[in-house]
């Protein structure tokens, strides 16, 4: 029963190249949070997702960043012409429904480092 | 943006119980406090949610206040692997019904030997 995975763990982009973070949820959940998390501060929510949609996307910036969360396979959070701003951790959290319940699961994240 | 404020360092001896306070004044009431814990920049681990109602589950207890402005996690017995940054967070709900949590900047806790 292997919880939300992501991948890559550490990713290393030049400033202007694109970033692509893969998150596979847990099984059986079908809503998808992306957060990103800067040294020494807490996370903050970028969007959510469900299977082909987008509900939430009021905290990813209006230009760079894209996410989907296609029927089948992982969901991608882009980043396009990175900065070095965009260094940072980046998690993925899934639950079964909007309302979890029993919390949210969150992955092991995907550290960027935009050099 | 933060709806939680938390002393930013707590310590406790090993074995004895951690109780680790969050304030929440400006709460609404359909507005749930979550409590996470980071270990080592791990993905955050969930502990335990609650609305109004004291919870309790195998990792911790959560105490609220009845006025909700304040609430206390307690890790009953501590061990060193509870060493963490523990998030009090507010769950929020938009106009379209979505939620989404908000976070601090947590409690860095330090269980001593």
């Known amino acids: ?115 | 943006d933060a709806k939680t404020t938390q002393p930013p360092s707590m310590d406790c001896a090993e074995g004895r119980a951690a109780n680790l306070p969050c304030n929440h004044s400006t709460i609404s009431g359909n507005e749930y406090v979550y409590w996470y814990r980071q270990i080592h920049s791990q993905g955050p681990q969930y502990i335990i949610h609650g609305l109004k109602n004291n919870e309790t589950n195998e990792m911790a207890s959560l105490i609220i206040t009845e006025d909700r402005k304040s609430s206390t996690l307690i890790l009953p017995h501590a061990t060193l692997r509870d060493t963490a940054v523990y998030y009090c967070i507010v769950r929020v709900t938009n106009a379209g019904n979505n939620r989404k949590l908000i976070w601090g900047l947590g409690t860095s806790l330090a269980v001593n030997p």
Request: glycine share 10%.
């Open chain 1, 1 to 115: 029963n292997a919880g939300v995975m992501q991948n890559p763990r550490h990713l290393v982009r030049r400033r202007g190249q694109e970033a692509r973070l893969r998150c596979s949820p847990m099984k059986g959940h079908s809503h998808v949070y992306w957060y990103r998390q800067l040294p020494e501060e807490g996370l903050k929510f970028m969007v959510y997702l469900q299977k082909e949609n987008i509900i939430d996307e009021s905290g990813m910036p209006k230009e760079r960043f894209s996410a989907e969360f296609p029927k089948e396979g992982p969901s991608i959070l882009r980043i396009q012409q990175v900065v070095r701003g965009d260094s940072a951790a980046y998690f993925c959290a899934s639950s079964p429904s909007g309302t979890a319940e029993r919390g949210y699961t969150f992955g092991s994240g995907t550290r960027l480092t935009v050099v």
